[in-house]
């Protein structure tokens, strides 16, 4: 029988101790490639921060549906996505959640200003502008540390990752998965199994459980935080970039048995410039199995259509 595995948690702190610093790296760099997940605490954003966003997030979704529509823009990059729009790439029952996504507020003079839709807010909710317009920030910073301590893991140029998410394309996603009708149709589950997109997920812990990993003996794993943690994730583009080295592990949020109360969840998707070109890191290079160099931009865009937009 295979021991119990735990995905490792890590102290933000010992990045800021320069005693532990290179432990820190090594551990974040060891766990992210034996698992595709670790938990971070200590990140410098507080537990009442949290709890602002899922109030704000929860009056967002109680809008009426109405409300909450005119701000779906069909793009499925910003604003709001409606229940049932979005299913993992090959599975025909969509997913059990509506979300809404926020993107970079970017400076007037920014080349990426035109490229990137423009951000929607929901006028009817009182401070969410301002209040996601910070958080978001606030997640970049801490994604930018983490990729800091991980360029040192690798001994690349310390700054080979944050110059990639420079103006990048993150996205900042609230998801409410209601609570169940038993009315749902065929398989499906909150999220259906998949591996993100991106480089690196920082998710704000769930209001429940739900969320398993698939490990590499192939079990599912509960991914258990406290609260106040962030959840992180090594998506599809950074698979690329290390060849598989630091794995896009997948995962899902199953249904719980007492289907009766709603779950929330908050990841941030952190993505690089839409320019930036995917291309295996040298030192990961192995013969034959390199996937070919590809734009952010076009790898996203692809992935998308997959997802059914
Ligand atoms: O809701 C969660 O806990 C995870 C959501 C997720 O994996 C995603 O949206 O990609
Ligand atoms: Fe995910």
């Not at 005119?70 to 029952?93: L, V």
């Not at 807010?121 to 502008?129: L, R």
């Not at 080979?160 to 609570?179: D, K, V, W």
């Amino acid at each position: 029988m295979s021991e119990l595995r735990k995905v490792p948690k890590l102290s933000l702190k010992e990045y800021q101790n320069p005693e532990t610093q290179a432990e820190f790296a090594h551990q974040l760099y060891s766990g992210l490639s034996e698992y595709g997940f670790v938990v971070i605490s200590d990140h410098g954003i507080g537990q009442e921060v949290f709890n602002q966003a899922y109030e704000l997030s929860q009056k967002l979704f109680d809008l009426p549906l109405e409300a909450k529509s005119q701000y779906e823009t069909g793009s499925g990059q910003r604003g709001y996505i409606s229940f049932g729009k979005e299913s993992a790439a090959g599975n025909p029952y969509p997913d059990l959640k509506e979300y809404w996504h926020v993107g970079p507020e970017l400076a007037e003079d920014s080349d990426y200003k035109t490229e990137y839709p423009d951000n929607v807010w929901p006028k009817e909710v009182e401070q969410f502008q301002p209040f996601f317009t910070k958080l978001y920030s606030d997640l970049n910073s801490v994604a930018e540390t983490l990729f800091l301590a991980l360029a040192e893991a690798m001994d690349l140029d310390r700054n080979f990752f944050t110059q990639m998410i420079s103006e990048g394309n993150s996205i900042q996603r609230l998801i409410h998965y209601p609570a169940l009708t038993g009315l749902e149709v065929g398989n499906s589950i909150r999220a259906a199994a998949h591996a993100d997109i991106n480089l690196m997920t920082l998710l704000i812990g769930a209001t429940d459980s739900g969320l398993e990993l698939l490990d590499r003996d192939g079990n599912w794993l509960p991914v258990e935080n406290q609260e106040g943690d962030l959840v992180i994730d090594t998506g599809d583009m950074m698979a690329r970039l290390t060849n598989n080295q630091l794995p896009a592990t997948i995962h899902r949020v199953v249904n719980p048995k007492d289907g009766s109360k709603p779950r929330y969840s908050i990841p941030f998707f952190v993505h690089p410039r839409n320019s930036v070109t995917l291309e295996c890191i040298e030192q990961f290079k192995s013969n034959g199995s390199n996937d070919a160099p590809i734009t952010a931009g076009e790898f996203l865009d692809q992935r998308l259509r997959e997802n059914g937009f």
